[in-house]
């Protein structure tokens, strides 16, 4: 399943790759990726976001062999003025016939290019100053490590654009309904299923989500097995230190932690490696995948939980208002409290007012304890005791934060189905 092309045309990655892309902002910018994002899929992005807003975009490939200015004048097939003329950024952007914006997808030597990005910025504002309006921008895209974790200074010429907060888990939902819609042949119950746990499971790693597509459904052992296994296949993908530390490090910056504040330095080698991520929904934390490679059991049965309450918890409660509604209709106001109360005073109080505020336990008590005696009242209604032993069972589950399986959720479905309600 290819999510890419879905969740990268959504809104907050269209944002990101326009604020890259603005010329009117800022000399230089630096696009910094973690390690499990492609330079090669963001690089697309940009150029496609630029050229269809009729920006003419030169690349640099790949400097690692030339000096950054040379690099620069072979990618926008410079013509120097002279011989003499000195190779410098201030010379180079006073060239004629230069792009809108200079894209690097790999700079060589750290502090070489660090130098050229600063003098970059400069000497564009510089001009711009002065009443040049077509100064090019500098694009670059880059990994933590190109710089040796030693970034340039920030300033209104030089920008750091951390690819860090998105997609939301709204748009990979999103995006898993748009993907599922396009196949005809899918089972309605899956569609549902992975557009709710799937976006809980895999926090901005849209690879994490094309890689569990088919998972999502499996046992819970499976889905964590997956999970571990993801982690091992990526690239560059060591974190140094024990879990119990990282985990503290992660939990000290969690509570007042935006995307908008930066990155404090504490994280930036967890980020680097991809072994972080953050989302509107549920903030900053470890990689799911990461955690369950680290055999952080409980933390990974929580991801799983969180996508899975979303969806069954209004389903179980559906299922019990209409069970309600069907008794009152039936045996009127009182049916609650006619044979059996329920055990729970606060639980008394609200079926006296309202019949439909009985829960899904005193139901399935009811059902299970008097449905099937033939001559009580409930018999005709003991059809709804297997669905409310089940709905029973899986809301227990997801109340006590501990998830449930894919099958689970099936047998909740097809019985409801079966008895009609």
């Known amino acids: 399943m290819d999510l890419e092309h879905l969740v990268y045309s959504l809104p907050s990655t269209q944002a990101f790759v326009q604020s890259a892309i603005d010329v009117a902002v800022g000399g230089a910018k630096i696009v910094l990726l973690p390690d499990n994002v492609s330079r090669e899929m963001v690089g697309r992005l940009i150029r496609n976001q630029a050229e269809s807003s009729n920006?003419?975009?030169?690349?640099?490939?790949?400097s690692s062999d030339m000096i950054p200015v040379t690099a620069a004048a072979n990618a926008m097939n410079v013509s120097w003025p002279s011989p003499r003329t000195l190779r410098t950024v201030d010379n180079l952007l006073k060239c004629d016939n230069l792009p809108d914006i200079l894209y690097v997808h790999r700079i060589g030597s750290a502090r070489p290019w660090t130098d050229f990005i600063v003098n970059w910025a400069?000497?564009?504002?510089?001009?711009?100053?002065?009443g040049t309006s077509n100064t090019p921008s500098l694009c670059v895209i880059a990994k933590l490590r190109d710089f040796d974790f030693k970034l340039p200074k920030e300033d209104p010429n030089v920008s750091i654009l951390w690819w860090w907060g998105f997609p939301s888990s709204l748009e990979i939902r999103l995006a898993c309904r748009i993907a599922d819609y396009q196949q005809n042949d899918v089972e309605p119950l899956v569609v549902r299923w992975r557009e709710y746990v799937l976006p809980g499971i895999v926090g901005n790693d849209v690879q994490l989500g094309e890689f569990m597509w088919d998972f999502v459904t499996r046992d819970r052992?499976?889905?964590?097995?997956s999970l571990a296994d993801y982690w091992v296949c990526l690239e560059d993908a060591e974190v140094s230190g024990p879990i119990d530390d990282i985990l503290e490090i992660v939990n000290?910056?969690?509570a007042d932690f935006t995307v908008g504040q930066g990155l404090p330095t504490d994280l930036w080698q967890l980020w680097a490696t991809g072994a972080i991520v953050y989302t509107p929904e549920y903030g900053l934390e470890l990689h799911p995948a990461?955690?369950?490679?680290?055999?952080v059991r409980s933390t990974v049965d929580h991801i799983l939980w969180r996508g899975q309450s979303e969806l069954l918890l209004p389903f179980i409660n559906d299922i019990r208002l209409a069970i309600c509604q069907d008794l009152t209709t039936s045996f009127g106001n009182r049916w609650p409290v006619k044979w059996i109360p329920p055990r729970s005073e606060h639980e008394?109080?609200?079926v006296n007012r309202s019949p439909l505020s009985a829960e899904i336990g005193h139901i399935n008590y009811l059902l299970q304890n008097l449905g099937y005696n033939s001559r009580h009242d409930l018999y005709p209604k003991r059809v709804f005791g297997n669905l409310t032993s089940i709905a029973m069972r899986v809301r227990n589950e997801i109340a006590h934060y501990d998830p449930v399986s894919y099958r689970d959720y099936v047998e909740l479905?097809?019985?409801?189905?079966?008895?009609?309600?």
Do not use: M, P, W, Y
């Open 55 to 62: 920006l003419r975009v030169d690349r640099i490939f790949d």
């Open 122 to 130: 400069e000497e564009h504002r510089k001009l711009r100053k002065s």
């Open 221 to 225: 052992s499976t889905v964590v097995e």
């Open 252 to 254: 000290a910056n969690r």
């Open 290 to 295: 990461f955690l369950a490679h680290c055999g």
């Open 348 to 350: 008394l109080q609200e």
């Open 413 to 421: 479905c097809e019985e409801r189905i079966s008895v009609g309600v």
